[in-house]
C-alpha cells in the first residue's frame, strides 16, 4: 500500500530552522502537485508551501522570505525549510503528494503525510 512517510518536525526555539522532509513509500508512476500544510487546533488544514511537478512554487503570506520548497522527483521526496521561526509556527504539519499509479491514465490520487508537530517554544 502506497503511503506518504513524513520526517523532521519537533521542539525548536524563535529563530531557529526546522526541515521536514515527505517520501513515497511504495510503488508509483509519478508524483503530480506536493505541498505542506498545516492546522492548528480547532483549525482547519491551511496551506503553507506549494510546488508544481515542473518547479513552480506558491508559498502561503504567512511564510513567504522564510520557507523553501523543493523536490526530487527522481524520489518521490518533497522538502520544507521553515525558518525564522515564530510561535505562530507551532501546529501540525502534513505533506500531500497527488499520486499517478499509471502511465496510462491521468487519474491521481492525493495522499497525506501521518503528520509531524512542531512546537516553538522559547
Known amino acids: 500500500q502506497v503511503r506518504l512517510v513524513e520526517s523532521g518536525g519537533g521542539l525548536a526555539l524563535p529563530g531557529g530552522t526546522l526541515r521536514f522532509s515527505c517520501t513515497v513509500s511504495g510503488n508509483v508512476f509519478k508524483v503530480g502537485r506536493v505541498g505542506w500544510y498545516r492546522q492548528y487546533p480547532g483549525k482547519e488544514r491551511e496551506s503553507v508551501a506549494i510546488?508544481?511537478?515542473?518547479?513552480?512554487?506558491i508559498y502561503a503570506d504567512s511564510v513567504k522570505g522564510r520557507a523553501t520548497i523543493s523536490r526530487d522527483n527522481a524520489k518521490h521526496t518533497v522538502y520544507l525549510q521553515l525558518g525564522r521561526l515564530m510561535a505562530e509556527d507551532t501546529a501540525v504539519y502534513y505533506c500531500?503528494?497527488?499520486?499517478?499509479?499509471?502511465?496510462?491514465?491521468?487519474?491521481?490520487?492525493?495522499?497525506w503525510g501521518q503528520g509531524t508537530v512542531v512546537a516553538v517554544v522559547s
Open positions: 510546488i508544481t511537478r515542473t518547479g513552480s512554487k
Open positions: 500531500n503528494q497527488e499520486i499517478y499509479y499509471s502511465k496510462v491514465s491521468y487519474a491521481y490520487v492525493e495522499l
